[in-house]
């Protein structure tokens, strides 16, 4: 007995103790001074490619080249803008190294550009993440090198006066610094970056536009966009995958003002690297990502179809660009999303008709009849508090929807002159002065001596041949 | 030998008589402006100067290369020019008509190679006030700086990509032609406002922009321009050459 109680606590000791190792080597220090083994040249991508998974298993010298171009490229369809980029497309090159690597960064600006860049890696521990390092002229090289301390996705971007000018221009990219037990595998990795866009012109105005400073003080960007352009990554240049497959989105934003509200429409996020760091987080609707900021995203494509990667800061989507597509190619799973079953009519009333009551002390008084003027009054107020609605102002109507009461056919053939109708309502298809309606008219539960005034204002004022009706009319119908 | 030297000098002297320079300079007034730098609230006073009408061309810079073969590209010091100096220039050079006759601004030339230019010239390259007060002139017929940050706009957007010749973009209210819209232009003191990577003093360079542009503000939304001018002469050695970079001369009222 005593033995297998210090047999209990010893196990619980071991267990504590084994438990703690694990968490401590969950989060790894890299120390600088290890030594770094063999030496690779980075395969850069532009986006939505993302470059090949790091097998390495050691610490790597892997050399970036870099190169800034400055050119003129399409912002939407009929608009051009001169783009400065890393690489030669906006967001610039995807870098990929390995937690613990060595980076020797070789920066380039072409010499036709007109201005000096340089480079501020947020992945860099270092002054400036590198930036006064590599401040270059054009036609000039710069190199520094720097050690990966922490894993997790950082955006790059140009530091140059003025910094916010640069960025605007498209000067940002995504390096990821892969953790050292790596990403569980994927069927498709893709990368996305949005930033915004301050141009002279409004959204869609033609021809080459300018930078507008002002309108970048302002933080008022005509476009808002994913992968550097109106539609890069959506339409006929969206991201293919096949119904069943693993997507993992390494997204950032490049700003320069914006922060997004990233989301998929139609997805839902198994999982995200809060703000491209270690922290997990599951079953996520939208994430935020700040501007200089980025987050990795891991989901499955269940079903078929188009996923949207918007902003739904959704105005930015819709009207300013900010829109990605993932097209899902394969067989419906209608366990998971049946698609569209039916179809109806949608009838808040239900689709039996309706009562619509009324206070009823009157109808236990006598029955008191009014003048032709009397009635006509009360008609025209009890038309536009119960009528007016559907039928509109002067018996209008809306054509194919409302029947019109003006010179109605349809009302001058009936023998109740439209007693019937008010009393028990009326639905299906009838047809008034040559158009169809297919509607429901609910029944209204109201005196006799409101119908007959309503009716009086319909046949006099609405050009139906006039008339008096009585409320003792309204009660001879009523009782048939 | 002395007296080749002699009539050398004196030739010299008969040609630099005969060259129109200060019909191709202009005097810009005395003055005083707020530059664009970090922490100067005051107003900087500039005397009274003479400054090159246009921007040396290649035609101007093929003369001053054949008098001073020290300066052709094949010769000249690496100390003194890297190597793209003057590497839009065909081989032959020394005999090319086009160039004799290029009214396009030479480019790829040093602060070394402009400088010595200019002192050839008997006059000197502008100060960084000099020029960034002249450049603050009006065009001829403008009443407000939009018109100049729309030639600045023009230009870093490249509209133009083809390098445009002096005294195409506009004239200013000195006389002065394409301060801005045509290419990038030495000072004589460019490394006097950010420090280059011989310092250590390196955050300055930071601190120095970044302040700039914390100064920025809708007020004053037209100034990136000249905050892009300083992070250019910031980013360069008195060595570097580049595509979009010449000069012009200035020279002191006595």
């Keep these: 007995m005593k033995s297998k109680t210090y047999l209990a606590v010893a196990t619980l000791f071991f267990a504590l103790i084994l438990n703690s190792c694990t968490t401590s080597t969950e989060r790894r220090i890299i120390d600088p001074s290890e030594d770094v083994k063999g030496q690779v040249r980075a395969v850069l991508t532009d986006a939505p490619e993302v470059p090949p998974r790091i097998t390495n298993k050691s610490n790597t010298k892997v050399i970036v080249e870099l190169e800034i171009i400055e050119k003129q490229m399409r912002l939407s369809d009929g608009v051009d803008y001169t783009f400065w980029t890393f690489g030669g497309k906006v967001p610039g090159k995807f870098i990929r190294v390995r937690h613990g690597d060595l980076v020797e960064f070789h920066l380039h600006n072409h010499p036709d550009n007109m201005l000096p860049h340089n480079i501020d890696l947020h992945a860099v521990t270092g002054p400036g993440g590198g930036a006064e390092a590599s401040l270059i002229a054009p036609g000039k090289s710069a190199q520094f090198s720097f050690r990966a301390l922490n894993p997790g996705l950082y955006v790059y971007h140009c530091a140059t006066a003025p910094v916010g000018m640069h960025i605007a221009n498209g000067m940002y990219g995504l390096i990821l610094v892969e953790p050292l037990e790596g990403f569980t595998p994927v069927d498709h990795e893709f990368y996305v970056m949005q930033g915004e866009f301050y141009t002279s012109g409004g959204y869609g105005d033609p021809g080459h536009q300018d930078f507008d400073m002002q309108k970048a003080f302002d933080e008022r960007p005509d476009y808002v966009v994913m992968n550097g352009a109106v539609g890069a990554s959506s339409g006929e240049n969206a991201m293919t995958v096949q119904v069943g497959e693993t997507v993992r989105l390494f997204m950032g934003n490049g700003g320069p003002n914006l922060v997004s509200s990233f989301h998929a429409i139609g997805e839902i996020f198994d999982k995200v690297y809060v703000e491209g760091g270690s922290l997990i987080n599951h079953d996520v609707q939208t994430t935020l990502i700040p501007a200089g900021g980025a987050a990795i995203i891991e989901f499955t494509c269940d079903v078929p179809g188009t996923l949207h990667l918007v902003d739904h800061s959704i105005f930015r989507a819709f009207n300013k660009g900010a829109l990605a597509q993932i097209k899902v190619i394969g067989d419906e799973n209608h366990n998971v999303y049946t698609g569209k079953e039916k179809e109806e009519v949608y009838l808040p009333e239900g689709a039996a008709i309706q009562r619509i009551s009324q206070d009823k002390e009157e109808e236990t008084g006598p029955i008191v009849e009014l003048s032709l003027k009397e009635r006509m009054e009360a008609g025209e107020r009890l038309y536009k508090s119960n009528c007016m609605a559907c039928h509109m102002d002067h018996g209008r109507g809306i054509t194919g929807t409302f029947p019109p009461l003006v010179n109605s056919d349809f009302l001058q053939a009936r023998t109740d002159k439209g007693i019937g109708i008010i009393l028990h309502g009326l639905r299906g298809e009838i047809t008034v002065n040559g158009t169809k309606y297919n509607n429901i008219m609910p029944a209204v539960s109201m005196s006799d001596d409101k119908v007959a005034s309503i009716l009086t204002y319909i046949h006099n004022e609405f050009d139906n041949g006039g008339g008096l009706i009585n409320a003792a009319d309204v009660k001879a119908w009523r009782e048939k | ?254």
């Design chain 2, 1 to 254: 030998m002395s007296l080749k030297w002699t009539i050398w000098f004196l030739g010299c002297l008969f040609i630099g008589m005969q060259l129109p320079a200060q019909e191709n300079m202009k005097m810009i007034p005395a003055g005083s402006y707020k530059p664009f730098i970090k922490g100067t609230t005051e107003r900087i006073a500039v005397e009274a100067f003479m400054l090159d009408k246009y921007a040396v061309t290649n035609a101007d810079f093929l003369a001053f290369v054949k008098a001073n073969p020290s300066w052709a590209p094949d010769k000249v010091k690496a100390l003194f020019a890297d190597s793209g100096y003057l590497s839009h220039w065909p081989e032959n050079y020394l005999d090319n008509k086009s160039l004799e006759s290029s009214n396009e601004p030479v480019v790829n030339v040093s602060w070394f190679a402009a400088n010595a230019y200019c002192k050839w010239k008997n006059k000197r390259l502008p100060t960084m006030h000099e020029w960034e007060y002249a450049a603050l002139a009006l065009p001829k017929g403008a009443t407000d700086s939009a018109a100049l940050t729309q030639i600045n706009n023009d230009w870093y957007s490249r509209k133009t990509p083809k390098q445009a010749e002096v005294g195409s973009i506009y004239e200013n209210k000195y006389g002065i032609w394409d301060m801005y819209g045509l290419v990038w232009e030495w000072v004589y003191d460019f490394n006097s406002v950010v420090s280059n990577d011989d310092s250590r003093n390196s955050e300055d360079v930071i601190e120095g922009l970044f302040c700039g542009s914390a100064s920025l503000n809708a007020s004053d939304a037209s100034d990136y321009v000249s905050f892009i001018r300083y992070s250019y002469r910031g980013s360069l050695k008195a060595k570097y050459t580049t595509r979009k970079m010449g000069f012009r001369c200035a020279k002191s009222i006595q």
